[in-house]
């Protein structure tokens, strides 16, 4: 079992930066895919960003070239940096980690409990 714990949101003016961390721990085999989703009040949680074990990155259009994704794969530690913010960028956003388990072999995600992010006008 794979515990997640985000840390990095606030309250922020637009174009201001953020930088959100997320650090996984428990016991588990390799963690595999990290990510960031995000959730805003009324809509659906969405993809911000993935990073695989292997530094492949994939982003959601609305934030490219904007947020970049990075992993500390010794520290099991995925972070988002989050420069030129807008209000639209205003969410809960939630860490999510597919990870292997062993005897017997299973894959399995975990989510963390959410980081507010707020972005004035």
């Known amino acids: 079992q794979v515990q997640l714990v985000e840390s990095g949101g606030g309250l922020v003016q637009t174009g201001g930066s953020l930088r959100l961390s997320c650090a996984a721990s428990?016991?588990?085999?390799?963690?595999?895919?990290m990510g960031w989703f995000r959730q805003a009040p009324g809509n659906q949680r969405d993809l911000v960003a993935t990073?695989?074990?292997?530094?492949?990155?994939n982003y959601a259009d609305s934030v490219k070239g904007r947020f970049t994704i990075s992993r500390d794969n010794a520290k099991n530690t995925v972070y988002l940096q989050m420069n030129s913010l807008k209000p639209e960028d205003t969410a809960v956003y939630y860490c999510n980690a597919d990870y292997t388990l062993l005897t017997p072999f299973r894959r399995r995600q975990s989510w963390g409990q959410g980081t507010q992010v707020t972005v004035s006008p």
């Open positions: 428990g016991s588990f085999f390799s963690i595999n895919t």
């Open positions: 990073i695989t074990s292997g530094g492949v990155t």
